[in-house]
């Protein structure tokens, strides 16, 4: 019952995807914070407890502003970039928590992306989403060089924001090196969308466990939009007692890589 060992594409690092696991957890511990601090709505009010792990630095919270649904104002942190030293710096993203957030994955319609890909398009709620982070993100990388690598991780919505990040900084930086890694993120844009980062973007891995419902959303053909999954999937077959457990990235993502030759949890199975 312990499921099919991991294959591993070309390029891909198992040891860089378990570091960002282990920041994208951290990304939630940060929400838990924001929540327990009474979910204050502006970057300055937010006392963030940032892990204290040697030699690792962090930013400040990457944070969603001026994110106004109807009268709701519904500014919070989406995450952070760490560095390794003076190496490679984490882009880390999480996923849905709030409601706010499950409205813009609803947001299905598909609207032109706003970078140089002839023909591309975009979830649009995804897209206002990235929007909001976009400034506390690029502030954040002010502070590396260029030449310093980056590597773009998200889990779930998190996934879909690191995908929108990536076009955006290789369209800023043609020359810089560029990861991506998801763990049950969602499709993002249409099949011109995809293609283009598949071109320019060529270390890009989504991590799927194939029970898992998000990365089977939206739909290839969602009313008049076609949407299309972009980089190499890493997949395994790992069916739990629920959706959250097929989503989950500590029982679910963190268990399969980090077991990779049995990657179901037999214990969850249970």
């Known amino acids: ?12 690092e198992p040891g860089k995807a378990r570091f960002a696991l282990r920041w994208l957890q951290q990304a939630y511990g940060q ?19 940032a892990p204290t792990d040697l030699g690792w630095h962090f930013s400040a919270p990457l944070w969603a502003n001026e994110r106004v649904l109807g009268l709701l104002d519904d500014s919070e942190p989406f995450g ?17 928590c709030s409601a706010e957030d499950w409205l813009d994955d609803l947001e299905a319609r598909q609207v032109n992306c ?14 206002k989403l990235y929007q909001a982070v ?30 929108l990040a990536l076009a955006d900084l290789r369209q800023r930086w043609p020359q810089r090196s560029l ?29 799927v466990n194939d029970s898992d419902l998000v990365p089977q959303t939206p739909t290839a053909v969602c009313g008049d939009w076609r949407y299309q999954h972009h980089g190499q999937a890493v997949e395994f077959a790992a069916s739990y007692a629920s959706f959250s457990d097929n989503h989950s990235l500590a029982g679910c993502y963190a268990y399969a890589l980090q077991h990779s030759q049995a990657p179901v949890n037999d214990a969850q199975q249970a």
């Open 114 to 127: 706003p970078w140089d890909i002839p023909g591309g398009k975009v979830h649009h709620g995804f897209l």
């Open 80 to 96: 952070f970039t760490v560095q390794e030293g003076g190496a490679k710096v984490f882009v880390v993203l999480r996923g849905t």
């Open 1 to 12: 019952m312990s499921g099919l060992p991991l294959f591993y594409p070309p390029h891909f």
């Open 31 to 49: 929400y838990q914070q924001w929540c327990e601090q009474g979910k204050p709505r502006h970057a300055e009010d937010f006392n963030w407890q």
């Open 179 to 207: 990861d991506y890694y998801s763990f049950g993120g969602p499709r993002v844009g249409n099949p011109a969308f995809a293609a283009w980062l598949d071109q320019h973007c060529l270390h890009a891995f989504r991590l």
């Open 134 to 163: 976009q400034a506390s993100l690029l502030k954040a990388l002010e502070r590396y060089p260029v030449q310093t690598p980056l590597v773009l991780c998200g889990h779930s919505l998190g996934g879909a924001l690191a995908a």
